[in-house]
């Protein structure tokens, strides 16, 4: 077993070496088992990536790299946008900050020492806030010198987070044909050499977003490159002549920098569409953690009706807390058979598969109140195996605590003792149980492990319902149900259900109880236009919110602001590592079928922005939520510093408790080594080979082999 050894520096992943000071955490996360028998031989997952045979002299042994960043912070956002990337991937690091008195001081100590008569490296790269971040005096100098002459040692990468353009960095100054100036919508373009290295898997043009025309966004510097200096995206001069750089590798004196000369933060467009890349450079492509765009789209009440936005009253008839008094003469919202062969045809033409969460009761009583037959139900049957299903609980009930509805906002049910009323076990149990079954009876293929409740009832409702409802968990672990979704607005991080766990979700802002692009505009205007224009001001008293500056026109505000914007919104999550699903309603289907403008805008953005070796990772709830767990699993292990990582010479090894399974990334081409032979190891993306591994069964390691470079 390889040595552990312990950091007291702030850090996020494994332990790295004895070194004084102070170190923050953060980054990935997974859980796993390991077959009985692995874990009998060992007491610890030895991960081992072998590179091409490289033989060292005795009397000068290779040195050892640990698998770790070491992220020098000066409380900035580009800083932030990069570790914060680390920390997605899984990648561990350790963080000093500049801006405390206490902080190690980095020298030839901190930086490496000797293991076992072996040089270690303590770091296989350096994020820096620009190229010299530590001052011009003595001891700043002191600092600057012992990096270098470690980088060049060890042959460890350093990126300049933001910098402007210089020659200590490779470029011309701007006044000799470049520009500095804000960015905002400026036309990137990653470079022929970009697309070969370490940015291959973006395709397109890389706009600077520009969302506020009346506030700069990103400022930043356009140079010519210098002798040294290749430019891995470009963008043209304005008022000037040809291109100049914004991002390159400055190769110089054995050493190479990542500069960067453009402002960013962790949620800027142009940042997440690099921010792969920027990692894949600092790590030379071999390292902890793995990333992927994961996409999917839960289509809740499939079958059942949803009810209709009353532009008069502005609120729902039906909903509980619509008043008013007037009769409820708007009719429900429900898709036709029309609309289901529409939603085949348009997977078929997008390449995209949607999750149909489904309540099949609310559908058996909508046909009884029509005849006895429903054209839908027999249409969206017989496509069954077009699609994914997700079992919502046979007729959509509140699962919580009984509602109190005489009151508004509605309040839960007290027993004559005091406590709360709640659904029974059985209630629960058996709207999981019907819904299942009548699936299966219908010959449709649905995962027990998975439930979606009805607005994700049951679980903990704000403010009038602070806990789950007891009988929940029970009822759950009755049917089999091992993922239960949430709302990722009210709970982002998945927590267990008695043996279940939670898988968020994350809301589209295409309201369920709209069928028109005219319904969704007037209720948009609703709730984000002041009072003086007409709103419910609810935008001026919620300080997470923002006001229209006017309301939007009812016949173009859909097609023109809501759906660039919710688009927006959505591609965001997807190419920041996010696997959880994002969910509408079956009444989106409808009508004007509101959702398709949303998620052909999101499927050509993404499209027309990546390499197909980078495809979306359109996945199961089940898959979403291991997803989920794993990475819990793997920050935990690492905020402990519980996992040891390092390479010698062309071997990697990675060193875990038993039943963690690790994310590891590794190049094209890398093999496992077998009991007998070997397997292509992983699965590949965005041109790497990446996984959760472990042991296979009778053995205690981890073996890969990677391609000659």
Same mark, same amino acid.
């Given at each position: 077993m390889?040595p552990?050894?312990?950091?007291?520096?702030?850090?996020?992943?494994?332990?790295?070496?004895?070194?004084?000071g102070?170190?923050?955490?953060?980054?990935?996360?997974?859980?796993?088992r390991?077959?009985?028998?692995?874990?009998?031989?060992t007491?610890?997952?030895?991960?081992?990536?072998?590179?091409?045979?490289?033989?060292?002299?005795?009397?000068?042994?290779?040195?050892r790299?640990?698998?770790k960043?070491l992220?020098?912070?000066?409380?900035?956002?580009?800083?932030a946008?990069?570790?914060?990337? %680390?920390?997605s991937?899984g990648?561990?690091?350790? =963080?000093?900050? /500049?801006?405390?008195?206490?902080?190690?001081?980095?020298n030839?100590a901190?930086l490496s020492?000797t293991?076992?008569?072996?040089?270690?490296a303590?770091?296989?790269g =350096?994020?820096?806030?620009?190229?010299?971040?530590?001052?011009?005096?003595?001891?700043?100098?002191?600092e600057?010198?012992?990096?270098?002459? $470690?980088?060049?040692?060890?042959?460890v990468?350093?990126?300049?987070?933001y910098?402007?353009?210089?020659?200590?960095?490779?470029?011309?100054?701007?006044?000799?044909?470049g520009?500095?100036g804000?960015?905002?919508?400026?036309?990137?373009t990653?470079?022929?050499?970009?697309?070969?290295g370490?940015?291959?898997?973006?395709?397109?043009?890389?706009?600077?977003e520009?969302n506020?025309p009346?506030?700069?966004e990103?400022?930043g510097?356009?140079?010519r490159?210098?002798?040294g200096?290749?430019?891995?995206?470009d963008?043209?001069?304005?008022?000037?002549?040809?291109?100049?750089?914004?991002?390159?590798?400055?190769?110089?004196?054995g050493?190479r920098?990542?500069?960067?000369?453009?402002a960013?933060n962790?949620?800027?467009?142009?940042?997440?569409?690099?921010?792969?890349g920027?990692v894949?450079w600092?790590?030379?492509?071999?390292?902890?953690?793995q990333?992927r765009?994961?996409?999917?789209v839960?289509?809740?009440d499939?079958?059942?009706?949803?009810?209709r936005?009353?532009k008069?009253?502005?609120?729902?008839p039906?909903?509980?807390?619509?008043?008013?008094g007037a009769?409820?003469?708007?009719?429900?919202?429900?898709?036709?058979?029309?609309?289901?062969?529409?939603?085949?045809?348009?997977?078929?033409?997008?390449?995209?598969?949607?999750?149909?969460?489904?309540?099949?009761?609310?559908?058996?009583?909508?046909?009884a109140?029509?005849?006895?037959?429903d054209?839908l139900t027999a249409?969206?049957?017989?496509d069954?195996?077009?699609?994914?299903?997700?079992?919502?609980? $046979?007729?959509h009930?509140?699962?919580?605590c009984?509602q109190?509805?005489?009151?508004?906002?509605?309040?839960?049910?007290?027993?004559?003792?005091?406590?709360?009323q709640?659904?029974?076990?059985?209630?629960?149990?058996?709207?999981?149980?019907?819904?299942?079954?009548?699936?299966?009876?219908?010959?449709i293929?649905v995962d027990?492990?998975?439930?979606? !409740?009805?607005?994700?009832?049951?679980l903990?409702? %704000?403010?009038?319902?602070p806990?789950?409802?007891?009988?929940?968990?029970p009822?759950?672990?009755?049917?089999?149900?091992?993922?239960?979704?949430?709302d990722?607005?009210?709970?982002?991080?998945?927590?267990?259900?008695?043996?279940?766990?939670?898988?968020?979700?994350?809301?589209?802002?295409?309201?369920?109880?709209t069928?028109?692009?005219?319904?969704?505009?007037d209720?948009?205007?609703w709730?984000?236009?002041?009072r003086?224009?007409?709103g419910?001001?609810?935008?001026?008293?919620?300080p997470?919110?923002?006001?229209?500056?006017?309301?939007l026109?009812?016949?173009?505000?859909?097609?023109q602001?809501i759906?660039?914007?919710?688009?927006?919104?959505?591609?965001?999550?997807?190419?920041?590592?996010?696997?959880?699903?994002?969910?509408?309603?079956?009444?989106n289907?409808?009508e004007?079928?509101?959702? $398709?403008?949303?998620?052909?805008r999101?499927?050509?953005?993404?499209?027309?922005l990546?390499?197909?070796?980078?495809? /979306?990772?359109?996945?199961s709830q089940?898959d979403?939520?291991?997803?989920?767990?794993?990475?819990?699993?793997?920050q935990?292990? /690492?905020d402990?510093g519980?996992?040891?990582?390092?390479?010698?010479?062309? !071997?990697?090894?990675?060193?875990a408790?038993?039943?963690?399974v690790?994310?590891?990334?590794?190049?094209?081409?890398?093999?496992?080594?077998?009991?007998l032979?070997?397997?292509?190891?992983?699965?590949?993306?965005?041109?790497?080979?990446?996984?959760?591994?472990?042991?296979?069964?009778?053995?205690s390691?981890?073996t890969?082999?990677?391609?000659a470079?």
């Amino acid at each position: 077993m390889a040595p552990v050894f312990g950091t007291r520096l702030r850090t996020s992943g494994f332990t790295s070496g004895s070194t004084r000071g102070s170190t923050r955490g953060s980054n990935g996360s997974t859980k796993g088992r390991l077959g009985t028998a692995a874990v009998a031989l060992t007491s610890c997952a030895l991960l081992t990536a072998v590179l091409p045979a490289t033989p060292a002299a005795a009397a000068d042994p290779v040195p050892r790299i640990d698998l770790k960043v070491l992220v020098v912070d000066d409380g900035g956002d580009s800083v932030a946008a990069v570790t914060s990337e %680390l920390r997605s991937t899984g990648v561990p690091y350790s =963080v000093v900050d /500049l801006g405390d008195p206490s902080r190690p001081t980095i020298n030839a100590a901190f930086l490496s020492d000797t293991v076992s008569g072996r040089p270690r490296a303590k770091y296989q790269g =350096v994020v820096l806030p620009n190229e010299a971040p530590f001052g011009t005096d003595s001891a700043g100098a002191a600092e600057q010198a012992a990096l270098v002459a $470690y980088e060049k040692t060890f042959g460890v990468r350093q990126v300049d987070a933001y910098t402007w353009a210089h020659p200590g960095v490779g470029l011309d100054y701007t006044s000799e044909g470049g520009w500095a100036g804000t960015l905002d919508g400026a036309a990137a373009t990653v470079t022929a050499a970009g697309r070969t290295g370490p940015f291959g898997y973006l395709d397109g043009p890389l706009t600077f977003e520009d969302n506020a025309p009346d506030i700069g966004e990103s400022y930043g510097y356009l140079a010519r490159p210098r002798e040294g200096f290749t430019s891995y995206v470009d963008a043209p001069v304005p008022g000037g002549e040809g291109r100049a750089s914004l991002l390159g590798e400055y190769a110089h004196d054995g050493r190479r920098e990542l500069v960067v000369t453009f402002a960013y933060n962790q949620h800027q467009r142009q940042f997440r569409l690099l921010a792969r890349g920027i990692v894949e450079w600092l790590t030379q492509g071999v390292h902890l953690g793995q990333s992927r765009n994961y996409f999917a789209v839960h289509v809740d009440d499939v079958f059942a009706p949803d009810a209709r936005w009353d532009k008069d009253r502005n609120c729902t008839p039906g909903d509980i807390d619509c008043g008013g008094g007037a009769e409820d003469t708007t009719p429900d919202i429900r898709m036709t058979a029309a609309d289901a062969q529409y939603a085949a045809q348009w997977q078929q033409s997008s390449g995209f598969t949607l999750d149909m969460v489904y309540n099949a009761g609310a559908g058996e009583e909508w046909k009884a109140e029509h005849g006895g037959t429903d054209a839908l139900t027999a249409r969206l049957v017989a496509d069954r195996a077009k699609y994914r299903w997700i079992n919502h609980t $046979y007729t959509h009930p509140f699962l919580g605590c009984v509602q109190n509805v005489s009151v508004v906002p509605w309040q839960c049910a007290k027993n004559a003792n005091g406590t709360t009323q709640y659904m029974s076990r059985a209630e629960i149990a058996a709207q999981i149980r019907d819904n299942h079954n009548w699936a299966v009876n219908k010959g449709i293929s649905v995962d027990r492990t998975e439930l979606v !409740t009805g607005e994700h009832s049951g679980l903990k409702t %704000l403010p009038q319902q602070p806990a789950d409802n007891p009988n929940l968990a029970p009822a759950l672990a009755d049917n089999g149900v091992k993922w239960i979704a949430s709302d990722n607005s009210r709970e982002p991080q998945q927590r267990p259900v008695g043996s279940a766990l939670t898988v968020p979700r994350h809301p589209m802002n295409v309201y369920y109880n709209t069928g028109t692009a005219a319904e969704m505009a007037d209720e948009y205007n609703w709730i984000y236009t002041s009072r003086a224009d007409g709103g419910s001001g609810i935008c001026e008293s919620n300080p997470a919110s923002t006001c229209l500056d006017e309301p939007l026109d009812e016949q173009t505000g859909y097609a023109q602001y809501i759906v660039p914007q919710e688009a927006r919104i959505a591609l965001g999550h997807v190419v920041a590592n996010d696997p959880r699903p994002h969910y509408v309603h079956q009444s989106n289907l409808a009508e004007d079928r509101i959702l $398709y403008p949303v998620l052909d805008r999101i499927l050509a953005d993404y499209r027309s922005l990546f390499a197909d070796s980078a495809p /979306l990772v359109n996945q199961s709830q089940r898959d979403t939520g291991t997803e989920l767990s794993r990475r819990a699993a793997w920050q935990k292990v /690492l905020d402990t510093g519980k996992v040891t990582a390092y390479r010698i010479g062309t !071997t990697v090894t990675v060193q875990a408790p038993n039943g963690v399974v690790v994310p590891v990334t590794a190049p094209e081409g890398t093999r496992k080594q077998l009991l007998l032979g070997t397997s292509l190891f992983g699965t590949p993306y965005a041109g790497r080979r990446s996984a959760w591994t472990a042991p296979d069964l009778l053995q205690s390691a981890v073996t890969l082999r990677l391609p000659a470079v």
